[in-house]
């Protein structure tokens, strides 16, 4: 997976706050949108008031460090329920979940699948099942990949949501 350019500026400041970083874009091209995707270490959903210490830190380093020549806006967000796999932890965290994979380079004569993550071997190797046959992925040709939304991943999500109003 390619890194944003920025990435090992903004990664340090993320788990400086004690959060994960999951993916940074630059959508638009006139007034750009860096867009930084977080998630909370603890497993914990991502409230409002974490987006926003993390959109305080980053500010005062990008203000500093200048990196973007144009002006430009920052968006600091939770992963979602449909989040983005950007890394090997991700795809081992997300064992026996419905994803969807788009590699840069054909393996076995496709880029697209749309699956089940059956495991992540420590080289990186991706076991995925789709449509009755197990692909082997390598990690480092996957270009996108997301978790799909299930009835059984919002059902989790929701048990999840509601053990952590309780708490």
């Known amino acids: ?33 860096l867009q930084v995707m977080i998630d909370r270490k603890d497993g914990k959903n991502i409230t409002v008031d974490d987006c926003a210490k993390v959109s305080r830190a980053l500010s005062d ?6 990196p973007i020549e144009s002006q430009y806006s920052l968006e600091v967000s939770s992963p979602g329920i449909d989040r983005p796999l950007t890394k090997p932890e991700h795809f081992k965290r997300f064992v026996g979940y419905e994803a969807k994979i788009e590699t840069s380079c ?24 789709m449509d009755d046959k197990v692909y ?18 919002l059902q ?9 109003d309780l708490q």
Do not use: W
């Not at 380093?61 to 200048?66: A, G, I, R």
């Not at 393996?107 to 190797?125: A, C, L, Q, T, Y």
């Not at 082997?136 to 991943?153: G, R, S």
């Open 1 to 33: 997976m390619q890194e944003h350019p920025l990435y090992s500026l903004i990664e340090p400041v993320v788990e400086k706050e004690g959060y994960e970083l999951i993916r940074v874009l630059t959508v638009g091209a006139k007034n750009p949108t």
């Open 156 to 164: 989790e999500f929701a048990d999840a949501q509601e053990n952590s």
């Open 61 to 66: 380093v990008l203000d500093d460090k200048d």
């Open 106 to 129: 054909e393996i076995e004569k496709r880029k697209r699948f749309k699956g089940k993550i059956i495991s992540i071997d420590n080289k990186g190797v991706i076991s995925f099942e």
């Open 136 to 153: 082997a992925i390598p990690f480092a040709d996957v270009a996108k990949a997301k978790i799909l939304i299930t009835d059984a991943l």
